[in-house]
Structure formats: C-alpha cells, structure tokens
C-alpha cells in the first residue's frame, strides 16, 4: 500500500512540475526522462538550462558566450572513472546535465551544443584538444576547450573551465593546440605555428558515439 501510494503521489508531482515548467529547449517527455533517471537536481539542472538558453537568444555574442560559459562552469569537476566508470568518456549535455559531474570535454562539448541552440553558426565554433602547461606539474596536461571564432581567421575567444573567465586564445599561453573540430570537420595544428589545417570531415570515433546520444 505505501508503495502504492508512493507512486501515485510521484505521478502527481511530476504532472504537477511538468504543468508549471513551460520549456523551449528539450521535450516534456525526454524532461520527464531525465528526472527519473538522474533525479529532481537533474530535472532542476534542466529547467535552469533551458531558462538560460531562452534568456540570451537574440542578445550580443559576448553575452551569449558568457552565460553558457558561466552556467557550465558552475557544474561540478570529477573524472570519468569517478563519474562513468570509464577511462574516457564523452557525455552528452543531457548526461552531463543528468549527473550534474563531468570532465574537460563534457564542459567543451556542452558549451557547443548549447551555443548552437542560441543560432551561432557550426563554423564559427570549434572543440578544442589541447595541452594544459601547470606550474604544479612536471607535464602538459591533455585538456579541451571551445572556441569561438567571431571570422574564419579572427583570434578565437576561449570558453574553458580551468580559467573561467573568457579570454582570448592570445592571451592563454598555458594552452597549445593540437587539433580541433566541430560537426563538419577537423583541423590539425602546424608544428612551428600552431596553425589550424584543416585535415577532412570529423571521422572521430567518439565523436560518432556522441551524436547517437545527441
């Protein structure tokens, strides 16, 4: 009887919650989805998402950079075998979002799909691999970040989450390049200049497993 009524009082709460959270961004049904999986902060996490999608759609670029930057950032740091069980693990923003947890790449790849949704162009957006210089360690550190490039050959503005602020690519000589991406194709860095070239269409493997979670 109390497992019943349980139940019954969960249905309730969820129509409830559902009537009282128009969303723009991501259906009732996959929003119902996420809160029985990952439970209320998820579905909270979701809402607030979505309510910032809609609040900088048509605002200048920089506003729009700096709010998904922001609300990404404030989502908690933890490593794929801590957060998937997995050495490497590419989340989606709606997996990212679910465990409210994730690692370099969920941030970039979040970043991106959520600019995207406020109507900046593929071309102007790139995923980033990079190596991370820390004056506490003895090594780069591979890291990813997204960047935004305002012209084909403008200097990019840096959306990451070690140095949250947004900066240009100039101005982050912690960060060498090694390649880059984006859904219509991939760039390489020249050796001597750090140049991106581009080398074809985005064939990556992850990036595949990705999409058939997007």
């Not at 709010?67 to 590419?90: C, V």
Request: glycine residues 4%.
């Amino acid at each position: 009887m109390r497992l019943f009524l349980f139940s019954c009082v969960s249905v309730i709460l969820a129509i409830f919650l559902l009537a009282n959270n128009k969303t723009h961004n991501i259906s009732q049904e996959n929003l119902i989805k996420i809160k029985k999986k990952y439970g209320i902060k998820a579905y909270k996490r979701v809402l607030l998402w979505d309510k910032t999608l809609e609040s900088v759609k048509g605002k200048k670029i920089i506003k729009q950079l700096k709010a998904i930057n922001d609300f990404f950032n404030k989502i908690r740091y933890s490593s794929d075998e801590k957060t998937w069980n997995k050495i490497d693990y590419w989340a989606s923003p709606f997996e990212f979002l679910g465990r409210g947890a994730g690692d370099c790449e969920d941030y970039a790849i979040a970043k991106y799909f959520a600019l995207r949704a406020v109507g900046i162009p593929d071309k102007k957006l790139k995923i980033a691999y990079v190596k991370l210089k820390s004056k506490n360690k003895d090594f780069d550190e591979a890291h990813m970040v997204l960047n935004y490039y305002h012209k084909p050959n403008s200097t990019p503005i840096v959306l990451d989450n070690v140095v949250k602020s947004l900066k240009l690519a100039t101005k982050r000589k912690d960060l060498k390049p090694v390649y880059s991406f984006n859904a219509t194709g991939l760039w390489k860095a020249q050796n001597k200049t750090n140049d991106l070239k581009r080398t074809g269409d985005n064939k990556l493997k992850k990036w595949q497993s990705l999409m058939t979670k997007i």
